[in-house]
């Protein structure tokens, strides 16, 4: 391919749209324009890249025996409702584009495809003997994201490759959900990039297991908490971990203390000489779902800790099973306890033994609250804590003495932090990163089998709804994620394996014959073995060529410049290493050679990375 | 590639949805399903055809230096806005899915992608040194049809290759035009259809010229009209042809007919012996455009003269050109009258020479009509027709003597027939064939360009708006296409160019070790010599495996049954001619060649079909 052809309009100036490096280089070196928020145009170059990731997928799909196929993105919401998700992902902060065709039929657009593939599995399959399956797809999905940004990362439409296997029992789909999980790692591995598996939350999609694929990044989005030796790592939405010993309150009977204008946790330490560990804060809230009464909450914390939404979310979804999908979760104010009739409340000096009471007369709310209790908190033998009056709180209360409206169980409600230690290994303490989202697999169980009635007939005869895993890469983002952990100061530094190019030749002055017909030769004769080669034949000047080849960021870089009299060429590796001069007429061979090692992707120590 | 691992179900049943044959074969195959009204899955099988088809797009494009890229399915309003297509897509009988997202902002789901390839154009091409350029995608594309039907024939997601083109002069698209017609023939040929070119209308694609590539098929939805020669071909909704000559009708003075009763054409003819071509008929009409008052339109034609309504939208949108798109035409009724606080019309007996006066008060309607005349009745001398009072005709009518009300400029508003002469060679009478569209290409012109700001600096230094072509394939529609064309009692036919499986290894008697072993030893041969088999090892009977094996239509069968203790096998071409019996350690070699030879496409005398 010939500069010149290849619609290659670099950019000098850094993009304002652009917030974190790989999407400034991306537009910068022209592989992609924006048409509107959170929606790009993927121009001939990233086409190139992400053809390729898609084709390193698609071979080890392929290796482990998984099908391809492609499902509609047009979703009709009958599927939806059947699972139970088309409120959760339509209404209040759901994602799911939707839209009313012709005769007035409610659609999605599809995020995410377990209804459909989970309707066609019903249909598709009947016995144990057409077990174990895999589909899997590369396909255009949406999000009608809140807040869409960095490009790629967080785009309304991008690509998707989702895959969806089928069993006739858990330990089928355990045994299928650890092959996928070594495809994935080949997949990263081959795309040159280094990724890690971290334990995740199953999130909208549901499920007993779940692991994420993340490349570890500075612009990511996400929060990773490992330990040191590697053997812990989850997201910091799932991350568990031990919480710091409370500093222990002194044994003191419960006593009154009056805390006028002291309504935060700081407040009170700072006036009273308190640890936030010795304290037990709450936090009220309100729960909507899709179907039902909004349910006040009361959490209550350890001082020292925060709260996880995630963890949060799941606690309400388990808790509430007659209202539908969670739809959002807020904090209660007090205009909204007007709006319902109900008294004031004392906010600053709230406590775990908040009265039902208090919510009796209740509009439009379930007149009672859902208590959840994180385990550092129910674990304090003695605390200090709101008393439920303006002003006042208690010291020395214990839970017992709270009286049975606060009693409640343990569970796990709190953002695990760098530093906690390890549950399983409590010498190690677990350290941050942040990483890019690539991949994410799970082990679903029978959650949609059942809602949609997707059955099989074993081998004894008996009707059982099938076993199922679902596992998605997001490739656009994937190729995003490789620019935002290869490049430096001058532009991209793509790996082999998924680089637009793989070399690329530049005739440093278009007016010189002899560099024009050395070049073109070589762009002949590397067409001819087979090596992916753009000839940057535009008539700039050779400093813009050669920042714009830096930019784009082809692996390999040919200088066809004075030397060329002397049948002599210049070879670059965009990954560092000194310039070699080569006769023209070998150069060919040379980086077949080198592009053919590199190709696989497996040989990644050549890109200069970690280990 | 295993049978039993493919999740490969045949219906025995013909489906109840399917209305044409290739339909009902997908379906019964295993191919496709439906997952609602025009929205399909593509199973493996069918994805595996709908790459290979893919696959020839790319090598063609590829061949002829067009891009490829992806362009994104969600569109802003805006750019539809700018090009002035928003409301003709949206509103009335709009095809294009629409929707609003989390912030109320519209969007369309992209059935085509001039303006946003043309936005693009006006950020990248900035010089005539970037000329000419292609880029084109394959994509899933949306149209929400009235009626979608026939499986993938009429879907509303669907599979298309689309094209655009730029250039620095007229000249230039129309070479490039020339190039993509021949790309267009090598990819229907190398996909094993017999498609046919003919001339198109634009629609609302709009520009000056166009062809549509035809698969002729009983089944097509699209009526084409060509002469014996080949040398005009048409379709009708676009075709021109001579008119038969009209009976005279005998001179004589304008008189007034009674004609109580007598409100049709035939009526007319029974009850005085004229023939149709000697009457004018009229048909009022109410167009709705995107903005402004609904226009009422009377139209003229000759009695035996049938109205093309594609011709009729064509002339609407070029004389009202302060209303936008036009959105819906529909015949005027009493009932309209009413509502619009009109007197009522002599419905029957309305002509040509319906004074203006009585749309003088219309509440919302232009108060005036539009007058269309075709030239078969603007022609005759002399005619019956409506006196524009209740079971009043006139006989003798001339253009002149109805008064400048009545006269106007001569259209061609009519629909060519069958057995019509044809306009360059009345030697030649036009013959009917229906076909399936399977591409489009269109000469643009700057219509997009103009409205979208997409300029260049020419070599003179002047800023031109770009010239821009356009060119589609439906691939989905033409994958289906082919089984349309190739298929027999039995099953589909494919060719082996777009096959799912060039070869499929029957073993008769599953429980037969020697089988099994020569069968397996047979696909791993194949396999290794890189032809892509399917081998049926799933535990039925012969007699149901060689059913689905000509069902499924992979073009060559190996039946391994008792000659293989004998080490011979029996290989069964799709598409005719005798079964060969061959030495088991031959097949392969045997199979790769004759293989090899059709897998570009380009020898399809093979498949047995006409030239």
């Known amino acids: 391919m010939r500069s010149s ?14 917030e974190i490096v790989s999407h400034r280089l991306l537009l910068r070196a022209g592989f992609i324009r924006r048409v509107s928020a959170g929606v790009y145009a993927y121009l001939p170059l990233m086409w190139r890249v992400l053809r390729k990731v898609s084709a390193i997928v698609r071979q080890e799909m392929e290796t482990i025996g998984a099908l391809e196929a492609l499902l509609p993105q047009l979703q009709p919401a009958e599927l939806w409702q059947r699972s139970g998700r088309w409120a959760g992902y339509t209404a209040g902060e759901g994602i799911m584009f939707h839209l009313q ?41 949406f999000r009608d994201e809140i807040r869409p940004r960095f490009g790629l990362m ?30 994935y790692r080949r997949i990263f591995q081959r795309c040159g990039l280094r990724a890690v598996a971290v334990e995740a939350d199953s999130g909208a999609i549901g499920g007993s297991a779940s692991q994420e694929f993340m490349v570890t990044a500075e612009a990511g989005e996400d929060l990773i908490l490992a330990t040191p030796d590697g053997r812990y790592a989850a997201n910091q939405e799932r991350a568990v971990s031990l919480a710091p010993e409370a500093v222990p309150l002194p044994p003191q009977p419960c006593r009154e203390l009056s805390t006028p204008g002291q309504e935060t946790i700081d407040d009170l330490c700072e006036a009273h000489g308190f640890h936030p560990s ?35 979310a799941n606690a309400l979804q388990a808790r509430v099973n007659d209202r539908g999908a969670l739809l959002q979760v807020m904090p209660i104010e007090a ?35 859902l208590r959840l209790t994180d385990a550092t908190a129910s674990a304090l033998p003695s605390f200090v804590c709101g008393a439920n009056r ?29 530093g906690d230690r390890c549950v399983a290994d409590p010498s190690q303490r677990l350290e941050a990163a942040r990483g890019i989202e690539v991949g994410h697999i799970f082990q679903l169980g029978r959650k949609y089998s059942e809602a949609l009635g997707a059955t099989f007939t074993t081998e004894q005869g008996e009707e059982q709804a099938l076993w199922m895993g679902c596992y998605g890469i997001g490739v656009s983002r994937l190729a995003q994620a490789a620019v935002e952990q290869l490049h430096d100061a001058q532009g991209i530094r793509w790996p082999v394996s998924i680089a637009p190019f793989e070399v690329i030749i530049v005739i440093a002055n278009i007016q010189d014959a002899t560099q024009v017909t050395v070049a073109e030769a070589l762009y002949e004769n590397l067409r001819g073995l087979g090596v992916e080669t753009l000839l940057d034949d535009r008539p700039e000047r050779a400093g813009v060529k050669f920042k714009d080849a830096d930019l784009v960021g082809i692996p390999f870089r040919v200088v066809v ?22 006769a023209a007429a070998a150069a060919g061979d040379w980086l077949r050679e080198r592009v053919r090692r590199e190709r696989s992707g497996l ?9």
């Open 561 to 582: 410049g004075r030397g060329a009299a002397a049948g002599e060429v210049e070879v670059v590796c965009r990954h560092g290493g000194d310039p070699e001069t080569l």
């Open 278 to 312: 010795q304290i037990v804060k709450v936090l009220l809230l309100l729960a909507r779902f899709a179907e039902g009464a909004p349910q006040p909450v009361l959490v209550s914390l350890r001082g020292d800790q925060q709260l996880n939404a995630v963890k949060l």
């Open 154 to 183: 967080r785009a309304r439409e991008f690509i998707m490759k989702d895959g969806y296997s089928f069993h006739a029992d858990e330990a089928c789909l355990r045994r299928a959900y650890a092959e996928m999980d070594g495809a």
């Open 5 to 18: 052809r290849l619609l290659l309009v670099t950019l000098r100036d850094e993009p304002a749209e652009a």
């Open 101 to 141: 065709d012709r005769q007035g039929r409610e659609m999605g657009l599809g995020p995410t495809h377990e209804e459909v593939v989970t309707a066609l599995a019903a249909d598709l399959l009947r016995s144990y003997r057409q077990l174990p399956v895999c589909v899997y797809q590369i396909q255009s999905k």
């Open 603 to 611: 040989l990644d120590d050549s890109l200069g990375g970690d280990p």
């Open 335 to 369: 205009e909204a306890l007007g709006k319902e009739d109900l008294e004031p409340l004392p906010f600053g000096s709230l406590g775990p033994h908040l009265e039902d009471d208090q919510f009796a007369g209740a509009r439009s709310w379930t007149p009672r609250l």
């Open 390 to 418: 303006p002003g006042v709180h208690l010291v020395g209360a214990t839970w017992q003495e709270l009286g049975p409206t606060a009693a409640t169980e343990a569970l796990d409600l709190r953002e695990a932090q760098a």
